[in-house]
């Protein structure tokens, strides 16, 4: 009676022991499971990081090209481009419009000087 004992107590202490294990295992199947999806959406920001980095590299390269052909300080055009790149687009077709339009009447006002006889006194 004692060996029976024994072997109920083994397989009672077996028990007790297996089913925390048990849950534990499962507890680590759901943390490894909710692990791999925090790496997958930092891999998928990663890559969207990286994209927007690159677009603000060739709005600032743009817009430093720019500044460089129409006589303005291009490290700062560079700069502004690089930190707000929508914006300093919109700036920069404003100023570039503006320019054309001075510009524009610059000749005008040549062509009327050229085109307007002269009195003599």
Do not use: Y
Not at 69 to 82: E, I, V
Request: net charge positive; glycine share 2%; with cysteine.
């Amino acid at each position: 009676m004692k060996t029976f004992r024994q072997i109920l107590a083994g397989l009672m202490l077996a028990l007790a022991v297996a089913a925390p294990v048990e849950a534990l295992a499962q507890s680590d199947a759901s943390r490894l499971d909710e692990l791999e999806r925090r790496v997958a959406r930092a891999e998928h920001r990663s890559v969207d990081r990286s994209a927007m980095a690159f677009a603000a590299f060739v709005c600032a390269a743009f817009c430093a090209l720019w500044a460089q052909q129409t006589g303005r300080n291009a490290t700062l055009w560079f700069l502004l481009g690089a930190l707000f790149t929508v914006f300093t687009l919109l700036v920069l077709l404003r100023k570039n419009s503006d320019d054309k339009k001075a510009t524009e009447r610059t000749m005008r006002d040549k062509a009327k000087e050229r085109d307007t006889p002269k009195v003599q006194s």
